[in-house]
């Protein structure tokens, strides 16, 4: 039987316990309650991006009277320092009929980038923004726009697959016919400037990088493996596939049947296949470990055995979840449209050996 893990109070005011949450080991033995932090929120959190010891997050933003901006802030966690990293422009991401906001965001070294997405019944648009965090001030860096049906099909230019880690981050760029085929496609490194590091409908869309790499799913359902200079180093075909993530050694993949599968990235060889959790989504991969949320759970479980390491329970909804050698992030959803960023570290998430 699974039983509740005890309460624990901290005497550092940075530290706070977890509330509402139930953590224990999926080997159904107690686990002393982690030393998290928590950040909660105004609005829901759209985004979520992590990076060493810093967490970005995007909080909605309102409409109507009193309406309030939607904000993109870095957390510190060795200063527990919140900062805010978005400016005016970023600040109606919310306020099209259509829109999906801040749609994707990501954290590499000393800059983020984040994809506003616009849109009306015959138009969308997607706005590609970077920052330093150092001295935050939001510069758009690239647009596309596409004109259709938002319901059907839309023809145009798209800005997709965000992804960062290190001091790397790429995004895509594409174009749609009128049949909504594929006409054009390039990954991009994002510098000073787009500068274009592979072209062809191959190299959409980036899912994942961990510095090194960049896994692109593709829309024959496989994977390819570039360098951040835009060399495809190998081609991998998952029996499905619906999220990806690498980091050295490993590519993890979640599939269409709830399982996850384990690649070697330097090779492509399938090492294992584990069950997950119905609804499985947001992976993650380090330390040799991956996460991934499921309705009203985040899971941590051990690539080399697929047994679970921690997981946290909540009635809310999950917003996204990251895992890196710091440790997790996960964002929830709280009461009356608010949020919650929740960071758990490393070494909470790594059993301690029994002594003999």
């Not at 105004?42 to 967490?55: F, N, P």
């Not at 994002?190 to 899912?207: D, F, Q, W």
């Not at 996850?260 to 090492?271: F, I, K």
């Not at 979840?321 to 960071?343: C, N, R």
Request: charged share 20%; net charge positive.
């Amino acid at each position: 039987m699974r039983q509740p893990s005890t309460r624990t109070r901290t005497a550092t005011a940075a530290v706070i316990a977890l509330t509402g949450l139930l953590l224990v080991t999926l080997d159904g033995s107690a686990a002393a309650r982690p030393t998290s932090l928590q950040k909660r929120t105004a609005g829901q959190v759209e985004a979520l991006a992590l990076d060493g010891s810093r967490i970005a997050y995007d909080v909605a933003g309102t409409n109507g009277p009193g309406a309030r901006c939607n904000v993109i802030y870095v957390w510190n966690l060795r200063r527990n320092i919140r900062t805010r990293l978005s400016g005016r422009q970023t600040c109606g991401a919310d306020t099209t009929s259509t829109g999906a906001g801040v749609r994707e965001l990501a954290l590499a070294g000393g800059r983020a980038a984040w994809i506003v997405n616009k849109g009306g019944n015959t138009d969308s648009g997607d706005y590609l923004y970077v920052a330093a965090l150092a001295r935050p001030n939001e510069r758009i860096l690239a647009s596309a726009f596409r004109t259709g049906d938002v319901d059907g099909i839309l023809t145009g230019n798209w800005l997709g697959g965000l992804v960062g880690a290190k001091s790397f981050l790429a995004v895509n760029h594409w174009a749609t016919d009128t049949h909504g085929a594929v006409t054009s496609a390039r990954l991009q490194r994002i510098g000073a400037r787009l500068g274009n590091l592979t072209e062809g409908t191959a190299s959409i869309v980036a899912r994942s990088t961990d510095g090194r790499q960049v896994a692109v799913l593709r829309q024959d359902g496989t994977i390819g493996l570039y360098t951040t200079r835009g060399k495809l180093l190998r081609v991998v075909t998952p029996s499905s596939a619906t999220e990806i993530a690498v980091r050295g050694d490993y590519l993890a993949v979640l599939t269409k049947t709830r399982t996850l599968e384990v690649y070697n990235s330097h090779s492509g060889r399938r090492l294992r296949s584990w069950h997950v959790a119905s609804g499985a989504a947001h992976l993650d991969v380090s330390n040799r470990l991956a996460s991934y949320a499921a309705p009203h759970a985040v899971h941590v479980v051990r690539l080399a055995t697929g047994k679970g390491t921690f997981v946290a329970r909540t009635g809310a909804e999950i917003r996204g979840v990251q895992l890196e050698p710091a440790g997790l992030a996960y964002a929830i959803d709280g009461p009356h449209e608010t949020g919650k960023v929740v960071f758990v570290p490393m070494s909470r998430l790594q059993p301690k050996p029994r002594l003999r």
